[in-house]
């Protein structure tokens, strides 16, 4: 059989199509079946066998949720602390990211560098039962601002291991030549070395992003009815007695909309960075 200029068969290359296809299927079909309840009425919602298409579409349930002033400020707090707390570990984290990639080989420094990524795989529930008892004693239990710097603490080892590469990548002679003309060191971060990790940044901005936004244990165990997120909210539409699928549906589908336009609006720069990464790391 004749081979394509690649090197694959047509036979091959219909096979590997196949393959991506099905794989795309099966990974966007929860999207799929949250989005479809979620414009389905309760009939519809529990019939069996389960109505894929052909039924009547309803937008009562996004109604309803934008009626509850509760979603809104949900809403709110949930962007608001993400945001903020991204913000935060970004700034920290490229700091500390930029000084470990510019630090000379020290002893205990591969440890530190593990010990990194460890502390982010640590089971939140580690963390939350002295950070309980500690926020309760000082009074910031509940408060916003506490939530933000949680998140951002939380967070931030992954941050600093992930952007370390896009720092060792940065050839040390641009810094060089800015030091020679006269910058000191934090004009040589501001104005040569940051805009060059630009795209690690913002990379690393979205993943970081995404893992505050669905954030689910700080919120419900250290937050409060004020600093209420959304994943604590949608969880709130499951209880002892009653699973009100419409509204959680909807609530789960316009939860998907801000990072999946984000990814969108920055996929340039996504792609950039973890190409920069891969080759750079």
């Known amino acids: 059989m004749a081979r394509r200029a690649g090197g694959r068969s047509p036979l091959g290359s219909i096979g590997l199509y196949a393959v991506l296809t099905v794989t795309s299927a099966v990974m966007l079909f929860p999207i799929f079946w949250t989005v479809s309840t979620s414009i389905k009425d309760r009939v519809d919602t529990f019939r069996l066998p389960p109505v894929i298409v052909g039924f009547t ?11 509850d ?17 991204t913000i935060v570990a970004l700034l920290i984290g490229s700091l500390a990211a930029y000084a470990l990639a510019r630090a000379p080989r020290f002893r205990g420094r591969r440890p530190l560098e593990v010990s ?6 640590m089971p939140g529930v580690v963390l939350v039962v002295p950070l309980y008892d500690v926020l309760a004693g000082v009074g910031l239990l509940g408060k916003m601002p506490m939530l933000i ?22 050839p040390m002679e641009l810094e060089e030549a800015a030091v020679i003309d006269g910058a000191s060191g934090a004009q040589v971060f ?27 244990l700080l919120p419900v165990v250290l937050g409060s009815e004020a600093t209420k997120t959304l994943p604590v909210f949608i969880s709130g539409f499951v209880s002892a007695r009653t699973l009100d ?37």
């Open 245 to 281: 699928w419409g509204p959680l549906a909807a609530a789960s589908s316009l939860a998907i909309v801000p990072i999946a336009l984000l990814t969108v609006v920055m996929q340039g720069r996504l792609v950039r960075g973890l190409s920069q990464g891969a080759v750079k790391g």
């Open 190 to 216: 501001r104005t040569v070395v940051f805009p060059l990790a630009l795209p690690g940044v913002v990379a690393t901005g979205l993943f970081v992003g995404l893992l505050a936004w669905n954030e689910f």
């Open 116 to 121: 990194l990524i460890l502390l982010r795989a």
């Open 149 to 170: 710097v949680l998140y951002a603490m939380v967070n931030l080892p992954f941050a600093i291991w992930i952007m370390t590469p896009y720092f060792q990548g940065i």
């Open 57 to 67: 579409p309803t937008w009562k349930n996004y109604s309803q949720l934008f009626e």
């Open 69 to 85: 002033p509760t979603f809104i400020r949900v809403m709110a707090n949930t962007i608001i602390v993400t945001a903020g707390s």
